[in-house]
């Protein structure tokens, strides 16, 4: 089997939400662990967009369980996104940089063209049992779990009917090109109307090339509010 990549998106010195930078590098590592559990030769990659630097420390623990670490605290764009809580904005830019630094960086290219599947996963998140990277082996396909009805209550409603849960997704490496036109799309479309960038993603996704799980087996911490969700 292609190798499996996860791309780990985080931001572990932000200055938004309950959660504080010690539970949040804590609770990232914990997530890197249950990876390597369930899918113990993946290629991780955590791509951090703090508004603020990384100690070396930190990047030292995470070199330990991901393969690469790739800091864009000095990325201005990113940077200015963060620090002013646009997190939907931040977090399809790093996606979309993180993508263009895995084709551009010559290791890092010669890695992807070894690799059968690409999960995005949101850090703080643990894979749970009954997770199965199989179930995500789908050619040419995204595969999320089940659309949800919107929790919108004014006019964006009529056009951001539903959302994707973007906690945990993947994508076939043939639509790499396709995720980042995507993550574009999704950056104007949340300037435009301030919808988040869940219902963002259903918006712009070409529903043809999308499967959907009614479980993606995955529990996460919310930011916001530091409860628990199960997915």
């Not at 959660?19 to 990659?45: E, N, W």
């Not at 090339?209 to 916001?224: F, K, N, P, Q, Y």
């Amino acid at each position: 089997m292609d190798n499996v990549l996860f791309i780990v998106t985080s931001a572990l010195n932000a200055d938004m939400g309950v959660v504080s930078r010690t539970d949040r590098f804590d609770q990232t590592i914990k997530g890197l662990i249950s990876i390597r559990k369930y899918v113990p030769d993946a290629i991780i990659i955590l791509a951090d967009g703090s508004p603020h630097k990384l100690e070396e420390e930190k990047l030292k623990a995470i070199a330990h369980f991901a393969n690469y670490a790739a800091d864009f605290s000095n990325d201005a764009q990113i940077s200015e996104l963060a620090v002013n809580h646009r997190k939907s904005e931040a977090e399809n830019l790093l996606l979309l940089k993180t993508l263009m630094l895995l084709q551009q960086d010559d290791s890092m290219k010669d890695m992807l063209s070894h690799v059968g599947r690409i999960f995005k996963i949101s850090g703080r998140t643990d894979l749970t049992d009954g997770f199965d990277v199989e179930e995500h082996m789908v050619e040419g396909k995204y595969v999320f779990k089940k659309r949800m009805s919107t929790w919108l209550s004014d006019s964006r409603k009529e056009f951001a009917t539903d959302l994707l849960i973007t906690r945990m997704f993947s994508f076939c490496p043939t639509l790499v090109e396709d995720y980042m036109k995507l993550c574009e799309t999704n950056i104007s479309l949340v300037l435009q109307t301030r919808i988040d960038t869940e219902h963002a993603h259903f918006v712009n996704i070409n529903k043809d090339l999308l499967v959907e799980l009614d479980e993606i087996h995955c529990t996460g911490i919310v930011a916001g509010t530091g409860t628990v969700e199960n997915y």
